[in-house]
């Protein structure tokens, strides 16, 4: 009778032959513990393939903020993600886009790794529509005076002003990410945010020039140019503040190119805005008739 031994010694010589017969085989390794058997021809391919994902989870990571949204972007958990916040979380981020106070970034005291389109969204919708609707009532009541004018509401600015504030605070931001991204291959010692957040703090950063909006009714220019000027310092402070500790690592020119860039933009938006939706006309004096001037002069 057979050994166990002998049996094991027996075993090995029939794979050497197999291996001696066909070089290329592929062997699987049955070790004593209970781990799962491990293909050692197809062992690389499979661990390279699980690094790529990893990889790809890091930079979808990477661009998005933190954030790992589940599933593919063709599903409704992939989006829901970027919506996970609450109401005491988008008032803290509101306040803090109404009085920036020096040293403290926005990014990194109030979206704390956790940006969101919530607020955004919602702040362009409504700064969309208070803009339309008190630009209408400021010419209504700008020209109230004149008997010529017949008030006719113009629906189709609804439209343009959803495009220019769309337009600008979802692309603006998306190019200011793309620059600085190619800023970093450059410049190996500046720093950077994710698109995400990039696009959270342009969001939040209007969300000023909804009350402005409303107190531009006042049908007085040197009020609407007052409360222009005061809007842009304060927004566009939350902007400086945020990016400046980005870019200042850079060339100084560069550096003060791409300020001055993003103050310019923002403040072409507010002036445009203004000159567009509120056009103010004085109010017509009228003037005397031959009748009353004929009745006004003296007799000599």
């Known amino acids: 009778?057979?050994?166990?031994?002998?049996?094991?010694?027996?075993?090995?010589?029939?794979?050497?032959?197999?291996?001696?017969?066909?070089?290329?085989?592929?062997?699987?390794?049955?070790?004593?513990?209970?781990?799962?058997?491990?293909?050692?021809?197809?062992?690389?391919d499979v661990k390279l393939d699980l690094s790529e994902d990893e990889e790809g989870q890091e930079e979808s990571s990477e661009l998005l903020?933190?954030?790992?949204?589940?599933?593919?972007?063709?599903?409704?958990?992939?989006?829901?993600s970027f919506f996970n916040v609450d109401t005491m979380q988008v008032l803290d981020r509101v306040k803090g886009s109404v009085m920036p106070l020096p040293g403290r970034n926005f990014i990194k005291h109030h979206l704390r790794s956790n940006p969101d389109l919530y607020g955004p969204f919602w702040i362009c919708v409504t700064l969309v529509f208070s803009v339309v609707i008190s630009g209408n009532i400021s010419t209504f009541l700008s020209q109230k005076g004149d008997p010529t004018y017949h008030y006719r509401p113009q629906f189709h600015r609804v439209t343009i002003a959803a495009v220019v504030i769309?337009?600008?605070?979802?692309?603006?931001?998306?190019?200011l990410w793309g620059f600085l991204k190619w800023r970093q291959g450059t410049e190996r010692q500046i720093g950077g945010y994710s698109i995400l957040e990039t696009v959270c703090v342009y969001g939040y950063s209007l969300f000023i020039y909804i009350p402005t909006s409303v107190l531009w009714i006042i049908p007085h220019d040197w009020v609407h140019w007052t409360l222009i000027l005061v809007a842009?310092?304060?927004s566009g402070s939350v902007l400086v503040l945020t990016f400046w500790?980005?870019?200042?690592?850079?060339?100084?020119?560069?550096?003060?190119?791409?300020?001055?860039t993003i103050v310019v933009l923002h403040t072409l938006l507010a002036v445009g805005c203004k000159l567009y939706f509120f056009q103010t006309a004085p109010i017509p004096i009228p003037k005397p008739t031959i009748h009353g001037a004929l009745n006004t002069t003296k007799p000599h």
């Open 1 to 44: 009778m057979a050994s166990p031994n002998d049996l094991q010694f027996q075993e090995f010589e029939e794979a050497a032959e197999l291996l001696s017969a066909d070089p290329g085989a592929s062997t699987l390794s049955i070790p004593a513990t209970n781990s799962p058997p491990t293909a050692s021809g197809g062992g690389e």
């Open 232 to 234: 842009m310092v304060i």
């Open 65 to 80: 903020g933190g954030q790992k949204p589940a599933g593919g972007f063709w599903t409704f958990e992939y989006y829901q």
């Open 166 to 175: 769309f337009m600008y605070a979802w692309l603006v931001p998306v190019g």
């Open 245 to 260: 500790p980005v870019v200042r690592d850079d060339t100084r020119v560069m550096a003060v190119a791409t300020v001055a």
